[in-house]
């Protein structure tokens, strides 16, 4: 047994940043898990948030760091819970050199921080080493004096760190712990094999670049980079048999054991799935804090898949309902302190786990059915694997992810097609690709003409666009084209395109729509219809000409229509304001996915979890209106995107930004990426007016707003009907309210009385229909048509039939004001011991008013489409008795 002093993760974590920091280390918070860099999907390890340093693609003045990284992995996902140290989620503690330091100092400082501050007997340490690396043994030996026995060499696939086929790479040397023999694996084999030697510290020396002929060539720069995972340093000073057992992890178990009705360590199937939940859900927590959201696709695929996968194990031990959401605050009061982050988005990260919980309840126990009669079949047919057809489908119509899907196979002995699950993927992908193609290409009838526009390009050279600083420019026609051919001239009644040299008209981009207004000369007058660039640098005016003929180099003043302009401003700069107040009112998951700016209103599309509510719409269209009347001024200026990205200014996800950019100030609130035209002042915006907010797909809301004049019209309509309404109430607009409750109280009245009455009625029909019996075989039938409000009516009066006649059988249709069917079948006791069932005779006359239904023995009932077949079906009762 290794014999070490008890820390806590805190310490230990704290322990290592102090002891780098002492040695000229600069303390870098942890990075998000949503990487700066684009080809990566989440930050997976430390040296991630530094990759642009070690690969030389920006310049820093940063030399040493040390962090506690924040990581996520699920590749292998399979394995948590199974093993003692698989993690979706989990930190990283590392120091990093940019062309500082190098092998000496990052092995001399490793054995320091290891022997001296954490304390660990050097006799039970050992080392691995690249089996080449005669340099890294020459510093274990000579200068740590490690004995030759304990540092192992091993061979690339172990010891020798690559970013890819090509590029920086380089040897690494990892430490290990001896556990004692009591930990050693049944057939041995050593360091990097045998159980018992546990790898904590992996130091990776980058000092070669590998060329396409897999040469080494030494680097101008050699840094390092190494990772040292806290939970399993953790695990060995806190003498825990698994990572789960640790400080970390254990207060979660206990927690959902508690509330489960359980205990840890009693029950194999019981204990992974409290360590698969607690894996899961610290991952949740820190996913959403950082602003990723559930989605089919990307990190929000891999976030609601680990939702997912935690809620079904809640299922093996007994939790039915959402139950994650009340667990995430455990886990944040944990972390907090290191992250206080998460503690600022507590309702937050709620809120999302328990909607998307919401979400997957409706469908989990659907999908869990389907497959237990799915492997049924697999056991009726000798066969150990699902088609990827049916686990597709459970992908595609029930949310299973296809991990679920194998979770739940694995637990029986089955197995996944997954070769053919992927080729479904594969086509599902092609056929929405092609379908999207096929949309832009017949909307966009220009991407035919590439060819075209790009000759015009070469030939005429780039549209110049000033429309910023000028409505109206004195310009020459460079090109004319009609029908998609290049044109001489264009005269009166001839619709065309016209490109000119330089141009105050905004094409359309970036959600804004295009300008219209004229291009006019002496005796020549143009109307600009649409502006538009078909291609990188080249406009295009979708012109009529309505008086005098124009030619190709004609002079020219083309004037923007001002007032139609401004009024697109306006709901630009809106939409802006809407976006930062968005992130200020939700919270800073909140990001621009689509917008649409016109004359007539702004449309906004956004990433959040729920509907909003009536609260929240309102303090956000407050929030705008108040920065509106703040006179904000409203600046532009040109920068580097890695400049304007370093000041805070937002970029749109997945949009292309050359070197230069264009970011746009509202004030000390609001700074964007934008190549659009805007106000230069908020108070020019007048006023603003949320229409509508709706979902528009997963995690997708969308709200429609209009502002200036249109917004005082939008309001004036609304006082227009208030006061209709409030004349046809015969009182005030503030005391409608109150006259509508009054007016509903009467009718909730009016019906009791007349409920009543009908009841009373109903007594004296009930003896009408009586005598309208028949017997069959003994039997007492009554199957008739009656008028009944509801379902709750209808009984009503089987209750009433079936007090008066004793025994016998009652089966009542009526037609519901919507033009539907209604039916009932009610059966006395004394017959259903005779096995007459009120299920089977409602499963057998359901149909036929193309319905159906279901019930007990005594009572059943059903509705249907068919008004015009009741009789029919009625009538169908004598036959089937």
Not at 171 to 188: F, Q, V
Not at 746 to 756: C, E, G, H, T, Y
Not at 769 to 794: F, M, Q, R, T, Y
Not at 820 to 848: E, F, H, R, S
Request: hydrophobic share 35%.
């Amino acid at each position: 047994m290794v014999h070490v002093n008890y820390m806590t993760s805190g310490e230990i974590r704290e322990k290592f940043l102090k002891f780098f920091e002492s040695k000229g280390h600069k303390i870098t918070p942890s990075a998000s898990l949503v990487p700066s860099d684009p080809s990566i999907l989440l930050t997976i390890a430390g040296m991630v948030p530094f990759k642009p340093i070690f690969l030389g693609q920006v310049k820093s003045s940063l030399k040493r760091a040390v962090t506690s990284q924040k990581c996520i992995r699920t590749n292998d996902i399979e394995n948590v819970g199974k093993t003692a140290r698989h993690h979706t989620f989990f930190e990283m503690l590392g120091n990093f050199s940019f062309g500082d330091y190098f092998k000496e100092d990052a092995i001399k400082w490793a054995w320091e921080f290891f022997t001296e501050v954490i304390g660990f007997p050097e006799e039970i340490l050992w080392v691995s080493i690249f089996k080449d690396d005669d340099e890294s043994y020459d510093i274990w030996h000579n200068l740590i004096g490690l004995p030759e026995k304990r540092i192992v060499r091993l061979g690339e696939e172990d010891n020798f760190w690559k970013v890819g086929p090509t590029g920086p790479c380089g040897p690494c040397s990892e430490i290990y712990i001896d556990l004692g023999e009591e930990k050693a694996s049944k057939g041995g084999g050593g360091v990097g094999v045998d159980e018992r030697y546990l790898e904590l510290w992996n130091l990776v020396f980058m000092q070669y670049n590998r060329e396409e002929d897999g040469s080494l060539t030494p680097l101008p720069k050699q840094n390092i980079d190494t990772g040292l995972g806290l939970e399993r340093i953790a695990s060995v000073l806190q003498k825990a048999n698994t990572d789960f057992e640790t400080d970390l992890f254990l207060p979660i178990i206990k927690y959902v054991a508690q509330n489960a009705g359980i205990k840890y360590k009693e029950d194999n199937k019981k204990d992974l799935a409290l360590k698969v939940i607690a894996d899961h859900l610290r991952a949740l927590v820190f996913m959403i804090s950082d602003g990723i959201v559930p989605s089919n696709e990307g990190r929000g695929y891999v976030l609601r898949m680990l939702l997912r996968r935690a809620f079904r194990y809640g299922k093996v031990i007994n939790y039915n309902q959402p139950f994650l959401y009340e667990v995430a605050p455990v886990i944040i009061n944990l972390m907090k302190e290191v992250y206080p982050k998460i503690y600022k988005e507590e309702n937050r990260i709620c809120q999302i786990i328990l909607a998307e919980e919401k979400r997957f309840q409706e469908t989990l126990n659907i999908g869990i059915q389907i497959l237990d009669n799915l492997k049924e079949e697999l056991k009726q047919k000798n066969k150990d694997k699902l088609s990827g057809r049916d686990a597709f489908k459970l992908y595609d119509t029930y949310g299973f992810p296809l991990e679920l899907t194998r979770d739940i196979l694995e637990e029986d002995g089955f197995g996944i097609e997954e070769d053919d699950f992927k080729n479904k993927m594969k086509i599902q992908k092609e056929r929405s690709r092609k379908s999207w193609v096929k949309t832009k290409a017949s909307s966009e009838d220009d991407n035919i003409n590439q060819k075209l526009y790009q000759s015009i390009l070469k030939e005429r050279g780039e549209t110049e666009f000033i429309g910023y600083d000028s409505v109206e420019v004195k310009t020459k026609i460079i090109a004319i084209t009609r029908e998609d051919k290049l044109a001489a001239k264009a005269k009166a009644g001839d619709k065309c395109k016209i490109y000119l040299e330089k141009t105050p008209f905004y094409a359309e981009k970036g959600g804004q729509i295009g300008d219209k207004g004229v291009i006019i000369s002496r005796s020549k007058n143009i109307e600009i219809l649409d502006t538009q660039a078909p291609i990188e640098g080249l406009i295009a005016h979708f012109a009529e000409v309505s008086k005098g003929e124009i030619k190709v180099g004609d002079e020219v003043l083309a004037r923007v229509d001002s007032s139609r302009r401004k009024d697109i401003a306006r709901n630009h700069t809106a939409t802006h304001l809407l976006h930062r107040v968005l992130r200020d009112v939700l919270g800073d998951h909140v990001k621009q996915s689509g917008s649409a700016v016109n004359t007539h209103h702004l449309r906004f599309d956004f990433n959040h979890f729920a509907p909003l509510t009536m609260e929240e719409l309102e303090k956000i269209e407050s929030l705008v209106n108040k920065k509106i009347l703040d006179e904000l001024k409203v600046e532009t200026k040109i920068s580097t995107f890695d400049k304007a990205k370093e000041i805070g200014a937002i970029a749109l996800f997945g949009e292309k930004y050359g070197e230069e950019v264009r970011v746009v100030k509202i004030g000390e609130f609001s700074l964007e990426l934008c190549g659009g035209t805007h106000l230069d002042s908020t108070s020019s915006i007048g006023l603003f007016k949320i229409l509508n907010e709706e979902g528009i797909g997963s995690s997708l809301r969308r709200i429609e707003a209009v502002t200036g004049d249109r917004a005082l019209k939008y309001i004036k309509e609304k006082e227009n009907i208030i006061k209709e309404v409030s004349d046809k109430l015969q009182t005030t607009p503030s005391e409608i309210p109150a006259k509508i409750n009054q007016i509903i109280d009467d009718a909730n009245n009016m019906k009791k009385k007349v409920k009543i009455i009908r009841n009373k009625l109903a007594h004296y029909e009930v003896d009408k229909l009586l005598s309208k019996k028949k017997e069959i075989k003994g039997v007492n039938i009554i199957a008739l048509k009656v008028e009944a409000e509801d379902n709750n009516d209808l009984r009503n009066w089987g209750d009433l039939i079936k007090d008066k006649i004793k025994s016998g059988i009652v089966v009542l249709g009526t037609e519901l004001d919507d033009g539907k069917v209604a039916l009932l079948v009610m059966v006395t006791d004394d017959l259903v011991q005779k096995d007459y069932y009120a299920g089977n005779i409602i499963k057998a006359i359901a149909p036929i008013v193309d319905g159906k239904g279901g019930g007990k023995k005594t009572m059943a009932q059903a509705g249907g489409q068919k008004a015009d077949k009741l009789d029919q079906a009625l009538e169908k009762v004598y036959e089937i008795i």
